[in-house]
């Protein structure tokens, strides 16, 4: 037997017992005629003892060559700690040993695997495993799995049934790219990692099986983004006989339950907000409720003047931001620097200062007078001691580049409280969305989803207007999840791919077999997917989803420690009939 106990089990209560344990070596006290020894494995710390009275030679000859990380095992007896130490569980024990075994060396691990390490995140990569051992990072996966545990027990308890769909499935262009899978055998022949189950799980739905999750790796091969990962997993969920309100009940009783058994937060029922609600008062469809700075359209009242920027624009929109008026006038240069940075994009700022005495001072005092100011205030909610900031252009980019900025303020003003939940339902999304590139409409969730009830003749005349049947759960300012009422008619979904500009033969050779399930027997049904590695970073309190997965990619999609993406060798490519026409 390699332990009797665990490092995070012994108490005063087992003073006297014997017990052997085992684990890594945190750190060594060598105070010369006395030796303490951290013996750390998942569970804590023991404290391990070794002197010159009662420590044979030969124990002692060991433990002087004991270095950090090295696993070894020890048999001793529980005896009380003289000085305790409070911050751990073991704390008023420790093990005065009796017989010690190296089970395996290690060397010098390349940062301190302490809560505060000195290794920086590429190093930490690297060494992955040696990250794992640090507190933080094991804490994260256990929570994960915690919240995973939390996500199948209720869901098995609300009668759905876990079902495994197929990794290799088959390239289809619509959505993010795909990752393909050359095969050997089907020479010439690629499979393609799932975006999602997303056709599958429909198909399960036309075989009866009535309610579905699984829990699922997605890939998706897109452009880089910050915090993004090609491979990530999902909740995916999908419902027979439903109509939005079912899933939405259903799904929200879901996020609920993690809330209270994870958080210990009871929250209420979810409000829900539409698309276009949420695009005029927070400038984005993942707003975060959780503090006030609603955008306030300002064309009624400031295009009466001689300012030809705001005259012009499409869109004059402004945020007040508490107490911003304590802001110096360097504080407000930088904000200004900050929108017209490229990812913003803004072309300037314009400001107006909410004096305690009731007047205001602007950027544009040249133009406007206090009255005018009075109404910015009026309609950006404005008290004494805000500062308004005003942008304008074309309603969506300046929307996009005013919610940027209202979640920077909010960051840097800590309103961004990660122990407040406050989640919602953003619903009615435009069902198509116009792609300038391409010059045609895609489909905004994916193009299984239908048009709200009665909005399919509008497709022909108004495509820009039409409403989706499709919902997004939104909580603290992130999309966790997102799903729709699905097409389940043949005609109509064949009638879809038109309106999207498939032809009838690619849509055909793309779509077939789902369209081929529909005639016979399609049962009305809908669904919904949830990113779980960021619900799981957001329920920990952080936003950062790689530190919620155990061997995530870097910012440039690899994996530092195996070293992939990698050439394959000649002999693989020859056999997958493939050759490549740049050099490796
Ligand atoms: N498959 C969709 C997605 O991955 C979710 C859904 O519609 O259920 O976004």
Excluded at 306 to 313: E, G, I, P, S, T
Excluded at 522 to 531: D, L, M, N, V
Aim: proline letters at 5%; a negative charge; charged letters at 25%.
């Amino acid at each position: 037997m390699y332990r009797t106990h665990t490092n995070g089990e012994l108490r005063i209560e087992d003073k006297n017992k014997t017990v052997t344990l085992a684990g890594w070596v945190q750190k060594t006290r060598n105070k010369g005629f006395m030796v303490w020894v951290d013996l750390r494995d998942r569970y804590g710390i023991t404290q391990l003892i070794f002197d010159e009275e009662r420590t044979s030679e030969e124990i002692l000859e060991t433990v002087s060559k004991l270095g950090r990380e090295f696993v070894i095992q020890v048999t001793g007896t529980v005896i009380k700690r003289e000085s305790k130490n409070p911050d751990i569980p073991t704390g008023d024990i420790e093990i005065l040993v009796s017989e010690i075994t190296i089970l395996n060396e290690s060397l010098t691990p390349p940062f301190t695997i302490e809560d505060n390490t000195d290794g920086g995140e590429e190093l930490r990569m690297k060494y992955r495993y040696l990250d794992i051992r640090r507190n933080p990072v094991r804490e994260n996966l256990v929570f994960r799995h915690k919240v995973t545990m939390a996500v199948r027990s209720y869901l098995s308890n609300e009668g759905f049934i876990e079902i495994e769909t197929p990794y290799l499935i088959k390239s289809t262009p619509e959505g993010a790219r795909d990752f393909v899978v050359p095969s050997r055998v089907n020479k010439g022949q690629f499979y393609a990692l799932p975006q999602s189950p997303q056709t599958f799980k429909q198909l399960l739905m036309v075989g009866g099986m009535d309610k579905y999750f699984q829990i699922v790796k997605c890939f998706r091969d897109e452009d880089l983004r910050a915090d993004r990962q090609p491979e990530f997993t999902q909740i995916d969920c999908e419902m027979a006989f439903v109509e939005q309100d079912d899933i939405l009940n259903t799904f929200e009783g879901l996020i609920r339950h993690l809330l209270k058994e994870i958080k210990g937060v009871e929250i209420g029922e979810f409000p829900k907000m539409t698309y276009d609600e949420a695009m005029q008062r927070y400038g984005t469809d993942k707003p975060d409720i959780r503090f006030g700075m609603e955008l306030g359209e300002l064309n009624a009242v400031i295009q009466h003047k001689d300012f030809n920027v705001f005259n012009q624009a499409e869109l004059v929109v402004g945020i007040a931001i508490p107490g911003g008026n304590s802001f110096s006038r360097k504080e407000i240069d930088k904000l200004i620097d900050w929108v017209k940075r490229p990812q913003v994009g803004a072309l300037g700022m314009v400001y107006c200062r909410c004096n305690m005495d009731g007047s205001y001072k602007s950027s544009v005092d040249k133009f406007y007078d206090q009255k005018d100011f009075a109404q910015w205030a009026q309609v950006t909610g404005a008290q004494k001691g805000d500062l308004i900031c005003i942008l304008s252009g074309e309603t969506s980019k300046v929307r996009t580049q005013l919610s940027a900025l209202r979640m920077e303020l909010a960051e840097t003003l800590g309103l961004r409280n990660p122990d407040e939940f406050a989640p919602l339902w953003v619903i009615d999304f435009p069902l198509l969305e116009w792609d300038e590139e391409t010059k045609r409409y895609h489909a905004m969730h994916h193009p299984f989803t239908s048009p709200r009830p009665g909005q399919m003749e509008l497709l022909k005349t108004n495509p820009g207007d039409v409403k989706a049947n499709a919902y997004d759960l939104v909580l603290n300012g992130n999309e966790i999840g997102g799903g729709s009422i699905r097409i389940h008619k043949k005609e109509t979904q064949a009638k879809m791919f038109d309106y999207l500009g498939f032809t009838p033969e690619e849509a055909k050779a793309q779509f077939g077999f789902l369209m081929d399930a529909f005639q016979y027997g399609a049962p009305p049904h809908g669904g919904i997917a949830f990113g779980l590695d960021r619900l799981v970073a957001i329920l920990g309190g952080q936003e950062t989803i790689r530190d919620f997965i155990a061997f995530p990619k870097n910012n440039s999609g690899r994996d530092v420690m195996i070293d992939a993406p990698a050439a394959i060798d000649q002999t693989q490519l020859d056999e997958l009939n493939l050759q490549l026409r740049i050099k490796p």
